[in-house]
């Protein structure tokens, strides 16, 4: 097995990866290292995110460029902000024993001032998204008349996200006899079409095979009615207590609708996606990194770039339009040669799409049954005995108190301890499942269509068919929605704010775009009305009645037009009833006869004779 040295890999270079951690050469850096070490050799390179492909060409720019020029000599452009930092941070740690190599990254998003200063102090290397380079070069602060060396890392993502014009527009500015070095998880017609046109007498290096999803992923789907897959998801993820996962989402409204749901729920799950601040996204994506969040649920969008290490699964909530989409959803998980899972919840209209992604990829999909309550239990049961045999004990801290433990648990036996420990962390568990839904498995037949059909219309989305509260419970009204921002952690918030003593229980949540119904415990529910009735969330006055009685209670969802006859209800009652003012004036003036009619009136001067004789008498005599 070749070594890096072996590679021609310097000893600066070789010092400093050693201090990381890098003993061999992974594959796609065996190929590509002493490719690039070559001169006026462009390569594309087809391996999947997490293959060691930073490496793999940042090792042999950095060796080929002169850290006593200051002027810019290779570029490396990414889609995203998230990946352009982490590729900078890597190419950093690599050229940590090259003195006076400067490695700077350039985004949008942020203050182009700071910028523009570093690079006006001298940088040999780029590392940016492209349309924050094209800002740079029209404003004149980067030049790339010396470029060496191009890469383009992640390029069918860049591709995807529509910045061929920018990726033109920076290849014109290059000098002619720059290397350019394309990088991509899949060979689609657009990286073929970019090969032809910037790339000369280039060396293509597959490692795996072209197209394909990650060697070590298992690839399974799960069936279920479109109204079943929150409640299908929350069976997966209850039955694997270790998982780490991405849940990926098509759209921003879904996005955050199920990490709020998962928030609910108890489960440690943050959203991330393009409403979000930079700021924001940032931050989530640290404690996801960090491990301080289990569950990252995210669009396709937001999630590009996002690398990060040990995930055990991918969970997509509904399949991508694209294959090369879920090829890259899958790719995040099974890195470093251990085993990852892409788990797919889908419908019956979904699975032509799982027949497709099968011939791409050259992998089978495993057609999964949804575990059973019992199954989770059990495996939630081993995780919590796991969990307490692997405690560690430190003696000293917990010495001061065992006089006081002993005494409080000394009438009770070894076996009814071990039965509580159990049911206070294993507890919430049995509690649901005791009385989980059914979730059947669709047969294809027209009936299950027809479900598909009715839920795409807005069934609730519990997968309750009935409008009516649980027991104990009542279901109540409250005039704001999606439209609001008025999402579950803002309700929760919300209540907790003006109900002061305790944090109000909540049941099911049936949100809309202009209302929503929430359940609340039969006690709590006039209290909970007369707290927030006449309060106000951002500028617009909150109302809460019983569904059941005002009128809003006779269906779980109202049809479009009931809906928006509420809408326009809730809009005349705001703006401090002006349009409501105008309402009623207009339905009094319902027409100018109405006006006049019963009123007396004046002409001024003689009623106009309009006959004929009139007409002849007006008419101007010859002369």
Known sequence: MKTFEQLGVSEEIRRAIEELGFEQPMPVQKEVIPYLLGNKNDVIALAQTGTGKTAAYGLPVLQKTDAEAKTTQAVILSPTRELCLQIADDLN??????????????????????QIRQLKKGVQVIVATPGRLIDLINRGVAQLDNVRNIVLDEADEMLNMGFSESINAIFEQLPEDHNTLLFSATMSKEIEKIAQQYLHDYKEIVVGSRNEGAEHVNHIYYLVHSKDKYLALKRIVDYYPRIFAIIFCRTKLETQEIADKLIKDGYNAEALHGDLSQQQRDLTMQKFRQHTVQF????????????????THVINYGLPDDIESYTHRSGRTGRAGKKGTS???????????????????????????????????????????DDIMKTDIDEEQIAPYMDD????????????????MVAVTFGKFLEYYKNAPVIEKPTGKRSDRKDE???????????????????????????????DGFYPGEIMQFLNHHIHGSKQEVGHIDLLQKFCYIEVPEGDAE??????????????????????????????????????????????????????????????????R??????????????PDFSEEGWARRRPKKK
């Not at 239990?377 to 919590?384: G, P, S």
């Not at 807005?458 to 109540?476: D, I, K, Q």
């Not at 109405?594 to 009623?607: A, H, Q, R, V, W």
Request: charged share 35%; proline share 3%; hydrophobic share 30%.
């Open 93 to 114: 740690a690599f050229a940590k024993y090259i003195h006076g190599l400067h490695i700077v990254p350039v985004y949008g998003g942020a203050d182009i001032v700071p």
């Open 296 to 311: 990252l649920v995210a669009t396709d969008v937001a999630a590009r770039g996002l690398d990060v290490e040990d995930l």
């Open 343 to 385: 788990i797919s919840i889908i419908h019956t209209k979904e699975k032509w799409k799982v027949r497709q992604i099968e011939k791409q990829i050259g992998k089978e999909f495993v057609d999964g049954t949804l575990p059973t309550p019992e199954e989770i239990c059990k495996k939630q049961l081993y995780k919590t005995m």
């Open 405 to 420: 433990i002993n005494r409080q648990f000394e009438y009770l036996d070894k076996e009814d301890l071990i039965k509580k």
């Open 453 to 483: 059909k009715g839920d795409r219309k807005g069934r609730v989305s519990s997968g309750r068919r009935s409008h009516e509260a649980e027991a104990g419970y009542r279901r109540l009204f409250i005039n704001l929605g999606k439209t």
């Open 527 to 592: 209290k909970v009305m007369n707290a927030i009735n006449g309060a106000t969330y951002k500028g617009r006055e909150v109302r809460c009645n019983d569904a059941d009685e005002g009128g809003h209670g006779r269906s779980a969802r109202p049809k479009a037009g009931a809906e928006r006859r509420i809408a326009r209800k809730e809009a005349r009652k705001g703006d401090n009833g002006s349009r409501g003012k105008q309402a009623r004036h207009g339905r009094e003036k319902e027409s100018w």
């Open 594 to 607: 109405d006006l006049i009619k019963d009123k007396p009136f004046k002409l001024k001067g003689e009623i």
